[in-house]
Antibody, heavy 124, light 112 residues
Framework: QVQLVQSGAEVKKPGASVKVSCKASGYTFTGYYMHWVRQAPGQGLEWMGRINPNSGGTNYAQRFQGRVTMTRDTSISTAYMEMSRLRSDDTAVYYC?????????????????WGQGTLVTVSS | DIVMTQSPDSLAVSLGERATINCKSSPSVLYSSNNKNYLAWYQQKPGQPPKLLISWASTRESGVPDRFSGSGSGTDFTLTISSLQAEDVAVYFCLQYYSPPYTFGQGTKLEI
């Protein structure tokens, strides 16, 4: 069965960086895009970007351009999301979510499986 | 960016009654070349990640009870729970995947 297991909670100071991991199992990791979505406390969901685990190609939401980097390690079926220059309003639960469509497809699809979420707290 | 607006923000429904949640997109999320609406619905319970209920506006995910149904096309969509159960208490979100950046509705909190 498909599983996405994320790394544990983090506490960071403003201006620091954080790197969250998402280990995939139960399917061919390189076969599907991986997205990152965040949710501030009591708030809605915000798409951050996606990575093609096969090629390493990325697409980022404009508001995160220059501050977010998505990478992957295919040898351990793990995707990463690193955010720099953290601010207090980056405090949120960060989710990885698998795309339903193939990484070789040009079509867009929805997210079918989600990780359990990683709480990142930014506080001085 | 495509703006997704849900209504209402919160909703209280009695057990066994019908619940209706609306989602409006601006602009349309209907792709004319394949006549598909790029709209999904998710359910989120406290402390859990979202769970996919419906894709392509009306295709129920395997394992999702048939009391959940989706309808609509173009810019106006509806999620209906035909007979509310206690376990349906959650926040519901719509998602458009027609065009990046993917965008969600603000959520509708469903209570009994």
């Amino acid at each position: 069965q498909v599983q996405l297991v994320q790394s544990g909670a983090e506490v960071k100071k403003p201006g620091a960086s954080v790197k969250v991991s998402c280990k995939a199992s139960g399917y061919t990791f390189t076969g599907y895009y991986m997205h990152w979505v965040r949710q501030a406390p009591g708030q809605g969901l915000e798409w951050m970007g996606r990575i093609n685990p096969n090629s390493g190609g990325t697409n980022y939401a404009q508001r995160f351009q220059g501050r977010v980097t998505m990478t992957r390690d295919t040898s351990i079926s793990t995707a990463y999301m690193e955010m720099s220059r953290l601010r207090s309003d980056d405090t949120a639960v960060y989710y990885c979510a698998r795309d339903r469509g193939s990484s070789s497809s040009l079509s867009l699809y929805y997210f079918d499986y989600w990780g359990q979420g990683t709480l990142v707290t930014v506080s001085s | 960016d495509i703006v997704m607006t849900q209504s209402p923000d919160s909703l209280a429904v009695s057990l066994g009654e019908r619940a209706t949640i609306n989602c409006k997109s601006s602009p349309s999320v209907l792709y004319s070349s394949n006549n598909k609406n790029y709209l999904a619905w998710y359910q989120q319970k406290p402390g859990q990640p979202p769970k996919l209920l419906i894709s392509w506006a009306s295709t129920r995910e395997s394992g999702v009870p048939d009391r959940f149904s989706g309808s609509g096309s173009g810019t106006d969509f509806t999620l209906t729970i035909s007979s509310l159960q206690a376990e349906d208490v959650a926040v519901y979100f719509c998602l458009q995947y027609y065009s990046p950046p993917y965008t969600f509705g603000q959520g509708t909190k469903l209570e009994i």
